[in-house]
């Protein structure tokens, strides 16, 4: 597994500029990936990269409508991420619909538990409100 001591800045920030530039694809557009795209994905979750690992099954759900694939790159995610990457999870989770709602839940009670403090205060604002959708 890589860490980040083992990368330089420009090579983390080129790669996660590209991440997010293949997931606002994934989800905005119909458009199918590159097969230079796919393999970005497929080498950053094999890595180990919890980003990579979220990506790849994002992937998976929507190009390849294979759910239980999905299912297990987010599973290890889920255990390999940091506050901030389980709280944008939900985020995404949730921007899928209903049927990801405990995806959502479950990345964000563990960002709390990471101890995000943003994910803190939206499961304390839902539990004082709980028919009120948070607002982030």
């Known amino acids: 597994m890589k860490t980040i001591k083992n990368m330089n800045s420009e090579k983390l920030s080129s790669d996660l500029k590209e991440s997010w530039r293949i997931v606002e694809k994934l989800?905005?557009?119909?458009?199918?990936?590159?097969?230079?795209?796919?393999?970005?994905?497929?080498?950053?979750?094999?890595e180990g990269v919890p980003l990579g690992e979220f990506d790849y099954g994002l992937y998976?759900?929507?190009?390849?409508?294979?759910e239980k694939t999905a299912e297990e790159w987010w599973s290890k995610f889920f255990y390999h991420s940091n506050g901030f990457g389980l709280w944008k999870a939900s985020d995404i989770f949730a921007y899928l619909g209903d049927q990801y709602y405990d995806w959502s839940i479950r990345c964000l009670?563990?960002?709390?538990?990471?101890?995000?403090?943003?994910?803190?205060?939206?499961?304390?604002?839902?539990?004082?409100?709980?028919?009120?959708?948070?607002?982030a």
């Open 60 to 66: 998976y759900l929507l190009m390849q409508n294979d």
């Open 109 to 135: 009670r563990r960002s709390a538990w990471r101890q995000f403090k943003l994910s803190k205060m939206m499961l304390a604002d839902m539990k004082k409100n709980p028919y009120k959708f948070p607002e």
């Open 27 to 46: 989800l905005k557009t119909n458009d199918s990936l590159t097969d230079a795209e796919i393999l970005f994905l497929k080498t950053r979750a094999e």
